[in-house]
Structure formats: C-alpha cells, structure tokens
C-alpha cells in the first residue's frame, strides 16, 4: 500500500544453493521487502551491510573461517535496529542460546519450512514497523529498552572478543583495522566500544599487554632488551622505551636490576 514502509533485506550463506533458493522462493513484496544484496561468508557480508544498510539480516553463523556469534555481536552493535534472523544447519543448543542472547529475533535450522521463515519475515517487519518514523536507519539508538540491552551485551562481548585478539596477536604489527575486520565491526565502531567499555582507546590496551609480557621476558637475564622489545611487537627501540617507562615509572634496565635487588634480598622482598 502507498506510505507503507518498504525494508532492505540482505542474505548470508556459503551454499550459493541457498542463497539463490531465499531469493526466488520468498515472496520478499508480500513482507514489504527487498534483497538488496548477498554474500558468502561474514566478512563479505559486513561489506555488504555497511553499504546497503539493510534493515533485515537472514545469515547462517557456521560458515567456514568465521565465528558466528562474533558476526552477529558485531552487527548488533553497530546496527542496533536491524533484525537478525539465524538459518543454520548447527544444532547447539547452547549456541542458539547465545545468538539469541545477542538479540537475534529468530534461530531456525535447516530444513525449516516455508512458514517458519515467513514468520519470522512477520515478526521482524512487525518490529520495525513499530519503531517512530524518525527511526529510520538500522544505524539509529535504539529507543525500546529490550534493544538497549541487547546492544549493550553485543557491545561487551565484542570488545571481550578484541582484547582476546590482542592477547593473541600483540607480537605481530596490530593495527585497529585489523582487530575490527576480526570482529566483524568497522574501526570507528569498535574504537567507540572500546573507550565505552573498557575505559581505554586501542593503544592504551595493546600497549598495557605487550609491557605486561615485556616484564615476564625482562625476568630472563639471557635475554637484551631489545630482543625484548621484537618479542612484544615494538619495531621502534625508543617506542618501547618511552612506553615501558610510561607505564611503569621506569626503564627495561631498572626495572630488570629491581627485580635482581629483590631476588637478592634475604626475605626475597
């Protein structure tokens, strides 16, 4: 009908079979919709989705080389109004109860009938034809409390998510593009996440891991300093050093003869 609403609608899965039968098979006019764009996995998909800014997500979460529920905590998070509806041949219980945990509107399995998607297609036309006209962006704060508080463990699951990334990878050159295309978010986003939940920006926190190992390795009497400082990352020798004593109060030396002062101690004090 004139006036009525018409929303975006963008679809995920590796089996092109699949996409291809979501597209032809579902009547997306009667739901008020249209497919404005596909993908084969999550990373494809999060491009696609920044671009079109679709209002409504059906997207497998167990695709080769990507991890589901950081996908869909990502999108959650950065696109707080758009609704997700999960179709997955993964039987996990306690999967399905993370996703939805996450704010997911439906968690189907394949096969699921045709009544089971179309209802799920109702549901999420439903909501957003329930958010105010000036909502209009999948990108929009949203106002409903209940999506308030699936952003907010959206929000807190990535930037668990991207500290265990950045445990895992301080050693290497990190940057923030790469630590954001990890979780499936965009870099502005998850700087945002970052300074909201964990009261750091990006640097702050890579930099407060690779000294913290930085003083493991200073432990090592074998091991020079600048050994040290290739060990954790740093390619600059005065990066490391301006940042070892920014964190510390000290130098890599003093911090190492400290410790041998303590060693050498009678209490070991």
Not at 19 to 34: A, M, T
Not at 66 to 94: C, H, K, W
């Amino acid at each position: 009908m004139p006036g009525e609403r018409m929303y975006r609608v963008v679809l995920i899965d590796d089996e092109a079979i699949i996409l291809e039968g979501l597209r032809r098979v579902i009547k997306w006019s009667d739901h008020r919709c249209e497919v404005a764009g596909t993908a084969s996995d999550g990373r494809e998909g999060s491009e696609v989705i920044r671009r079109v800014k679709p209002h409504i997500l059906i997207t497998d979460i167990r695709m080769p080389g990507d991890d589901g529920l950081t996908m869909i905590a990502g999108l959650r998070s950065e696109f707080p109004n758009m609704q997700i509806t999960v179709l997955t041949g993964y039987r996990e219980f306690g999967y399905a109860q993370q996703a939805i945990h996450l704010g997911v509107t439906r968690f189907l399995l394949k096969p699921s009938k045709m009544d089971e998607i179309n209802e799920a297609l109702q549901t999420m036309v439903e909501r957003l034809d329930k958010l105010p006209p000036e909502i209009s962006d999948p990108e929009d704060e949203p106002e409903d409390n209940s999506q308030a508080a699936d952003m907010e463990r959206a929000g807190s699951f990535i930037v668990n998510q991207a500290v265990a990334y950045m445990e895992r990878n301080y050693k290497s050159r990190l940057s923030l593009q790469e630590v954001a295309d990890s979780c499936f978010v965009s870099q502005w986003h998850l700087s945002k996440l970052l300074n909201k939940y964990a009261q750091k920006n990006f640097y702050d926190i890579l930099n407060t891991i690779r000294i913290r190992e930085a003083k493991e390795l200073l432990r090592d009497p074998e091991l020079r300093v600048s050994d040290v400082c290739d060990r954790v990352g740093y390619t600059d020798a005065a990066h490391f050093a301006r940042t070892f004593r920014k964190i510390t109060g000290m130098s890599a030396n003093e911090y190492r003869n400290s410790l041998k002062y303590r060693n050498d101690k009678p209490d070991g004090r």
